[in-house]
């Protein structure tokens, strides 16, 4: 069973900058992967980034490459989403998913995914 615990988010400028973080107890396994996706008002939960536990590998959804990074600390077992340049359009409710089967062709996919944290509002005023 893992669980993941979301802490950061909240009201900032655009342009601004925001981390958010999320606790993961227990990853295990090759596929071990963490994602973050985001959800506005009326719409559908949406990709944004993923980290492969073993190797560290990253994606990105297209319209926040070079503005976000996601990065993990081992130790601690912690997993970052570091917004940079943030616009209007990234507004909404941020989550961090973990799954530990999923495979690359599907990491874009929040169906994919078996745990997810509670969620943080990130508002990015213009």
């Known amino acids: 069973q893992v669980q993941l615990v979301e802490s950061g988010g909240g009201l900032v400028q655009a342009g601004g900058s925001l981390r958010l973080s999320c606790a993961a107890s227990g990853p295990t396994g090759s596929r071990f992967t963490v994602g973050w996706f985001r959800q506005a008002p009326g719409k559908e939960r949406d990709f944004v980034a993923a980290?492969?536990?073993?190797?560290?590998?990253?994606y990105y959804e297209e319209s926040v490459k070079g503005r976000f990074t996601v990065s993990k600390d081992n130790a601690k077992n912690m997993v970052y989403l570091d917004m940079d340049g943030l616009k209007p359009e990234d507004t909404g409710v941020y989550y961090c998913?973990?799954?530990?089967?999923?495979?690359?062709?599907?990491?874009?996919?929040?169906?994919?995914?078996?745990?997810w944290g509670q969620g943080t509002q990130v508002t990015v005023s213009s």
């Open positions: 980290l492969r536990w073993s190797g560290g590998h990253t």
């Open positions: 998913a973990a799954s530990s089967t999923i495979i690359l062709s599907n990491i874009r996919n929040a169906r994919g995914y078996g745990y």
